[in-house]
């Protein structure tokens, strides 16, 4: 392609592996849905494994009959033509095919995108037109193969370098484990990394999962360890964001390690939904990046709402802000809000600008639902296109 991403998309015959009718059928037959799904999945894993072992392929993209989509999945939406689904529970353990399969190939080192037949048909079902539809699917593709991101957040050379990480938990499977601490990390670059934590216990009276010290300490050493691999360098000033409040323990954990690594700066955030909206004149919701102070340290960030650009409002529905509770920072307010802000156009799997959350904890939720269908002993990888 000339334009674009000027990246050339390659497909051929040898580069594929058609299902066979009579298999399609016969995993449909069955008659059991968590049969159904696994036969599903070793299904698909068997030819996954044939393309990236025998093929110089850097991203598989497995397509989904219709038919044999409606047997395994329960689909709410495709956003970036990803399919995406609800948890299903079958008996006392979760069984979900797109989670499954990606966290079973992931050994394979390469990145998988799901997608419905209809998708691929002109004027297909779906709320998005054709182009939206090939824009987005080519995004999410371009991404996960690598090593280049589409698109990266603008620096100041007059500022230090910063790392911006995401503290979220997840459930086991079983639900048995109550939930186990993960870090994304993604660096001025652009390049998201992944880590998996430890168990962690929830708080009885908050009901809040909550880092020990020593478990926040680890946590983020790892996780700066993996930002000097990629950047040769640590850096000057990390940012951490998470969706509940830091507890004692976290802030003297996090402290503890950019001081033994030699940081700078350790900023704590905590970025969750807020209670209080705002209004503005007229008929339309408050400007896209409006930034309100509540009280010192507590401020409620649009990130979501009108914009100049189109003189509208762009979305369906009311847009909800979020609230920033800064723990910990030698920044401004506005300063914060506006790396929040930046932080929210890093979602590689479609080409939306405006999400709602920021990257390091608004794609928290996908992360871990592929890292639980992980065994203890399996090795996660860490680029985060492996999960999206």
């Known amino acids: 392609?000339?334009?674009?991403?000027?990246?050339?998309?390659?497909?051929?015959?040898?580069?594929?592996?058609?299902?066979?009718?009579?298999?399609?059928?016969?995993?449909?037959?069955?008659?059991?849905?968590?049969?159904?799904?696994?036969?599903?999945?070793?299904?698909?894993?068997?030819?996954?494994?044939?393309?990236?072992?025998?093929?110089?392929?850097?991203?598989?993209?497995?397509?989904?009959?219709?038919?044999?989509?409606?047997?395994?999945?329960y689909d709410d939406r495709a956003i970036g033509e990803e399919i995406i689904e609800p948890s299903l529970d079958v008996g006392s353990s979760e069984i979900n095919f797109r989670r499954a399969l990606k966290a079973k190939a992931m050994h394979l080192g390469r990145p998988l995108q799901l997608i419905r037949a209809s998708s691929l048909e002109s004027k297909g079902k779906g709320l998005q037109d054709d182009a939206t539809k090939a824009w987005n699917f080519c995004t999410a593709l371009y991404y996960k193969a690598g090593p280049t991101v589409p698109w990266k957040l603008s620096t100041d050379p007059a500022k230090p370098t910063t790392c911006a990480v995401g503290i979220a938990f997840y459930r086991s499977r079983d639900r048995r484990i109550l939930d186990t601490s993960l870090a994304q990390i993604f660096d001025e670059l652009g390049n998201g990394l992944i880590l998996r934590g430890t168990p962690v216990d929830v708080d009885k009276e908050d009901r809040v999962p909550h880092l020990k010290a020593q478990q926040a300490y680890d946590l983020l050493a790892a996780a700066l360890a993996e930002y000097r691999v990629a950047m040769r360098s640590f850096p000057a000033r990390i940012v951490v964001h998470k969706s509940s409040n830091f507890s004692v323990e976290e802030v003297e954990g996090f402290d503890q390690a950019g001081r033994s690594l030699g940081i700078d700066a350790v900023d704590l955030i905590t970025v969750t939904d807020s209670k209080v909206k705002v209004f503005r004149d007229g008929a339309y919701p408050p400007?896209?990046?409006?930034?309100?102070?509540?009280?010192?340290?507590?401020?409620v960030l649009?990130?979501?709402?009108?914009?100049?650009?189109?003189?509208?409002?762009?979305?369906?529905?009311?847009?909800?802000?979020?609230?920033?509770?800064?723990?910990?920072?030698?920044?401004?307010?506005?300063?914060?809000?506006?790396?929040?802000?930046?932080?929210?156009?890093?979602?590689?799997?479609?080409?939306?600008?405006?999400?709602?959350?920021?990257?390091?904890?608004?794609?928290?939720?996908?992360?871990?639902?592929?890292?639980?269908?992980?065994?203890?002993?399996?090795?996660?990888?860490?680029?985060?296109?492996?999960?999206?």
């Not at 009718?21 to 159904?36: A, C, L, N, P, T």
């Not at 999400?355 to 860490?382: F, H, N, S, W």
């Open 1 to 73: 392609m000339g334009s674009g991403f000027s990246a050339e998309f390659v497909s051929a015959t040898e580069l594929t592996r058609p299902l066979k009718k009579s298999e399609i059928d016969r995993v449909i037959g069955i008659s059991s849905f968590q049969d159904r799904v696994a036969q599903a999945i070793e299904m698909y894993y068997d030819e996954v494994k044939f393309l990236i072992q025998n093929r110089p392929v850097d991203v598989v993209v497995c397509v989904i009959p219709d038919a044999l989509h409606e047997k395994i999945a």
């Open 287 to 299: 400007y896209r990046g409006t930034l309100v102070e509540v009280r010192p340290q507590q401020q």
């Open 302 to 388: 649009y990130t979501r709402g009108s914009v100049h650009y189109y003189e509208t409002y762009p979305g369906l529905y009311v847009p909800q802000p979020i609230e920033l509770r800064i723990v910990r920072s030698d920044e401004s307010p506005s300063y914060l809000a506006r790396e929040v802000l930046g932080l929210t156009k890093m979602n590689w799997n479609n080409t939306q600008f405006d999400g709602k959350y920021p990257v390091t904890l608004g794609c928290a939720r996908k992360v871990g639902e592929i890292m639980k269908y992980l065994d203890a002993a399996d090795r996660p990888q860490v680029r985060y296109g492996f999960y999206m």
